[in-house]
């Protein structure tokens, strides 16, 4: 391994994605395209209290509606024992996982899924909706992660048992995780300057503009079928077996063309009720959330509170780092909270660091995970007091990046030593871009953050069909969400030595190909991609078996060389290159199908860090900030497409700006969320931002053929920073709370106005 | 409920189809006539996902009534591309990786087309403004952006 190819045909070559036509052309199947004869429509009925206990559920009427053919509530679930059982490499609960699908003894969100139903079309099974009658006893409520965790808190769950601590009677902490390295009171003592600071993020939607869909179709003998968008079809097959009581090799899973996701697609809503409901009434039946559901139901990420001590020296090093990061798990355990804490300083080499995190339990959707999930939300603090601190020490906030980087052989707080990583590199950089010296005018703004995620591997499968003409089938198993397809392909060609047009990637069901960890992490091209390699050459050794058999020549005496079996020196003899067609052709006279395999768990993920430039301008008037100029840097070890990495790292940066100046959830007093759409929870639109500048470096990772490190997460992690940073350096304010939208901006611009003004 | 009977003009080709009265054109374009190509993203007019040209004007098709098809015309992204040839628009967007997760394509294509048709020479913030109603959140719309301006060029570079 160890990053051995440098010189490559296809690698590092702007290709038209293989799925490219069909997505430009409206041919692309996506989760609510696919239909089945006979099909029934389902639809939820869903909590408006944001906690109540359910004292009874009548479906009757809804049942007598005609057209409707089978409803259900959480009885047709089994309940699950609470443990935390590996699905993949996630650990979930299915004590959590089949209440929150649908609530048992209570509704603990509003939005939480009651029952559902399906009939013979829409209307009619919303009208059926409106029959159902549940006994609801409303409870106090909370959705907020500090005021969880006071004593006299409402409890969502009076028997949750926190991890990592004690605690005296009912609680809301789920979980409490340290992290230590070094002696932060000696840190500190050595200290010359020290900051406090506190922090808050709102929860946002990762706001995939395709609404959650799936079809299921159960046949008589138990044999189930499933159509949805997904990020995982295998981690759809595991819960769905699970919590519908099937043996997985019953369930076959058939992704869809995913319409975004970036984390909130890899857990199941939809897909157990729809098996459920096809399996109760014999009838294919298809579920989709309208946008509201989507906003309501569906994973956000974690709000979060944090607050932190730093400490450094006058000449610039960082001497100590504590923290507490409190994040809300939504209605069941299981935030982020510890990659936050993992990840919130890893970009540097800080000898002491304390991080304390706490996962809490309140009343609002269970969180989803959302690109480099955690991470965000404590490096928003981390790298805005690293900016004050940079300030208060007269040091060029890149600089001071700089002089603290972590590096090869840095001892990381959460645990390991780093091999070669590329983040010095994205600083030095963005020192030099011809951005960060660009002059600015008035009411405007400079600041910058960085950001570290670990990216990771996984369990992947792959098959490499030779085809009878001499191109080539890559099968694998992870929904292509951004381009994954082409940079397998671009792998596979430049393994197999021919044209990537005669390479056709597919994605299986979870039937015809080896389990594939779902796509997340950063891990496709990474993982899936080793996978895809190590089949194309396992299938390029049997090409090599075939020529030798035609040569008759001992095996070893044939290489491969740019789509061709060539003698491995004269001492073979002296043969005409055959060319994978010229095999392909003849496999059946030389022992059939030529079929290259690999599955493996794939360990040795490369981190990735990114470090991002932003301009703004503050309208003093109305609190407005305009992004004038934005550059992200970032280390993506290979750029396998670079269009593909370039829009990672752009569309990762538009999501942080919108977490930074404008997205968040808005509750009313009685905890139900008042704005499930897009018009009021407004995501970035064309018009709000500047082309987004990128920088690419390549520090191969070590531990990849090609020296891949997984790209799209790590750029959603600095743009919060960045933005403060900015705002800050235009205004003098400094923003502690998100988002900064107009009305919190241009309070704090006037409190800071108010003293000139007693003057 | 009786249904109503539209006769409509679809991408060049006579359709009759039939609706009940609360059905969205985007439900009768999905649902009864099978072209799946126009997404429903909100149902609401603010994704944009959902863009089709009727009698010439851009529309979000969630917003129409399939009823109000009646005797116009309807341009959908399944009309795009000429035999088997894309639209300049379409050849671009692929080129210039103008998608990822590709949801948002489809009403984008329709919607810069229509504006290219209005505007052959649109500055960026032309371009950013008219295509603000069309939502991505894969992209960061730079791409998009990119392609809809080099498209215009091309199309200008041809034409004199
Ligand atoms: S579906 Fe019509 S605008 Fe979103
Ligand atoms: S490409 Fe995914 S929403 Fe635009």
New binding site residues.
């Given amino acids: 391994m160890t990053g051995e190819k440098t010189e490559f045909k296809w690698v590092g070559t702007r290709a038209i994605r293989p799925d490219g036509h069909d997505k430009v052309t409206g041919r692309a199947k996506f989760g609510s395209d696919f239909a089945l004869p006979g099909m029934l429509q389902g639809r939820v009925l869903r909590s408006p209290h944001a906690h109540a206990r359910i004292r009874s559920i009548d479906t009757s009427a809804a049942e007598a509606l005609p057209g409707v053919k089978g409803v259900i509530t959480s009885a047709d679930f089994a309940d699950q024992s609470s443990e935390l059982a590996a699905a993949g490499e996630a650990l979930v609960n299915y004590r959590d996982m089949v209440r929150n699908v649908m609530a048992r003894e209570k509704a603990l969100y509003d939005g939480h899924a009651v029952a559902a139903v399906a009939a013979t079309s829409a209307e009619i099974a919303e009208a059926a909706l409106e029959l159902i009658s549940v006994d609801y006893e409303v409870l106090d409520h909370v959705i907020d992660v500090d005021l969880a965790m006071e004593p006299g808190a409402p409890i969502l769950d009076e028997e949750l048992e926190p991890a990592g601590m004690e605690a005296s009677g009912p609680t809301n902490i789920a979980k409490r995780v340290d992290f230590d390295l070094g002696d932060v009171e000696e840190g500190f003592a050595k200290a010359e300057v020290v900051l406090e600071r506190s922090y808050t993020t709102a929860a946002v939607h990762q706001g995939y503009i395709e609404p959650h869909a799936a079809v299921a179709s159960v046949s008589e003998d138990g044999q189930a079928q499933i159509w949805c968008c997904t990020q995982g079809q295998f981690m759809v097959r595991a819960y769905t077996a699970r919590l519908c009581g099937m043996e997985t090799s019953q369930i076959r899973v058939t992704p869809s063309e995913i319409g975004g996701g970036f984390g909130g697609k890899t857990v199941v809503y939809l897909e157990p009720l729809a098996t459920a409901l096809s399996r109760k009434t014999g009838r294919p039946v298809k579920m989709i959330m309208s ?1 509201e559901e989507v906003f309501r139901a569906s994973g956000p990420t974690s709000a979060g509170s944090m607050t932190y001590r730093i400490g450094a020296t006058r000449d610039g090093v960082i001497t100590a780092f504590e923290g507490t990061i409190r994040l809300e798990a939504g209605a069941f355990p299981g935030s982020p909270v510890q990659p936050a804490c993992m990840c919130a300083v890893a970009p540097y080499d800080i000898k002491n660091v304390r991080l304390t995190g706490y996962d809490v339990v309140v009343n609002r959707p269970k969180v989803a995970a959302y690109r480099a999930p955690g991470a965000p939300i404590s490096a928003f603090g981390a790298e805005s007091i690293i900016d004050e601190l940079a300030k208060e020490l007269g040091f060029d906030p890149l600089q001071l990046r700089l002089k603290n980087a972590a590096k090869q052989g840095t001892k990381a707080a959460y645990g390991p030593t780093f091999r070669r990583i590329g983040f010095e590199e994205t600083v030095e950089e963005a020192v030099a871009s011809e951005h960060y010296s660009a002059p600015l005018g008035p009411n405007q703004g400079r600041g910058v953050a960085s950001g570290f995620w670990f990216n990771i591997g996984g369990e992947s499968a792959a098959t490499v069909n030779i085809t009878e003409d001499g191109t080539a089938v890559v099968v694998s198993g992870n929904p292509d969400i951004g381009g994954s397809r082409a940079s397998l392909a671009l792998m596979a060609a430049e393994e197999l030595g021919i044209d990537y047009s005669k390479v056709r990637p597919i994605v299986g069901d979870t039937s015809s190909v080896g389990y594939n960890f779902l796509t997340g992490g950063s891990r496709v091209t990474f993982a899936t991609g080793l996978a895809v390699v190590e089949a194309a050459r396992d299938a390029v050794r049997q090409l090599c078996e075939r020529a030798a058999k035609i040569w008759e020549v001992e095996s070893d005496g044939v290489i491969w060389r740019d789509g061709h079996a060539v003698p491995a020196s004269s001492n073979v003899g002296d043969f005409e290159p055959l060319s994978l067609a010229d095999i392909a052709g003849q496999s059946p006279k030389t022992g059939g199908p030529i079929c290259g395999h690999n599955a493996q768990n794939v360990q040795g993920a490369g981190p990735g860090f990114a470090t991002h430039i932003c301009d703004v301008e503050v309208d003093p008037e109305t609190g407005r900030v305009t992004i004038l100029r934005y550059t992200a840097v970032q280390d993506v070890g290979r750029a396998i497409h670079p269009s593909y990495v370039e829009g990672q790292i752009q569309g990762g940066a538009v999501q942080g700006i919108g977490w930074a100046l404008n997205e968040e959830y808005i509750y009313n007093e009685r905890g139900q969320l008042e704005n499930p759409g ?1 018009l009021d929870y407004r995501i970035p639109v064309a018009s709000d931002l500047p082309m987004i500048e990128t920088v690419v470096v390549e520090v191969p990772n070590d531990r990849h053929p090609y020296g891949v490190r997984g790209v799209g997460e790590v750029p959603i992690v600095p743009p919060m920073a960045a933005v403060a940073n900015a705002i800050e350096n235009a205004t003098g304010v400094r923003m502690e709370h998100l988002p900064m939208s107009p009305p919190r901006l241009l309070a704090a611009l006037d409190a800071a106005r108010l003293p000139e003004a007693a003057e | 409920m009786a249904k109503h009977h539209v006769t409509t003009t679809i991408n060049g080709e006579p359709v009759e189809f039939l609706c009940s009265t609360r059905q969205t054109l ?1 439900d009768v374009l999905r649902d009864e006539l099978n072209l799946t190509g126009s ?13 089709v040209v009727l009698d010439g004007r851009l529309v ?4 129409v009534l399939g009823a109000e098809a009646e005797g116009k015309t309807v341009e959908t992204i399944e009309g795009m591309a000429q035999g088997d040839s894309l639209h300049p628009l379409q050849q671009n967007f692929l080129e210039d990786a103008a998608l990822q997760c590709g949801i948002c394509t489809p ?1 984008f294509l329709v919607a810069a087309k229509a504006l290219l048709e209005r505007n052959p020479d649109p500055t960026e913030t032309e371009v950013r403004y008219w295509l603000a ?1 069309n ?1 991505c959140r894969c992209t960061g719309y730079d791409k998009i952006i990119r392609a809809v301006m080099r498209t215009a060029d091309e199309v200008r570079g041809e034409a004199s």
């Fill in positions: 946008r897009f | 985007l997404k429903e993203g909100c149902a609401s007019g603010d994704c944009g996902a959902c863009s979000c098709s969630c917003l009403g109603g939502l």
